[in-house]
């Protein structure tokens, strides 16, 4: 994925080593990612709410855009 743009074989295997050694990179980036996960649990109050499944939907989707963009870094 991170080479995809390359077509020259020297040029993936200079970039893979460029990306391998971004670890300290990637971690905090990870790191960051992680922070903005919501990770609230669901009370019952929530569902006095008539709008609770919106609210859930959303905080289902950001989260799963956060662990898509994840996957980049791990």
Do not use: C
């Not at 074989?9 to 300290?24: D, I, L, P, Q, W």
């Not at 669901?42 to 662990?67: F, I, T």
Request: glycine share 2%; net charge negative.
């Amino acid at each position: 994925m991170w080479t995809a743009h390359l077509s020259d074989k020297k040029e993936k295997e200079e970039f893979e080593a460029y990306v391998r050694n971004s670890r300290g990179v990637f971690d905090r980036a990870l790191d960051l990612i992680d922070n903005h996960m919501i990770n609230e649990e669901v009370k019952p109050e929530d569902y006095d709410n008539p709008s609770w499944s919106h609210k859930q939907a959303d905080k289902n989707g950001w989260n799963r855009a956060l662990k898509k963009v994840r996957q980049l870094f791990a």
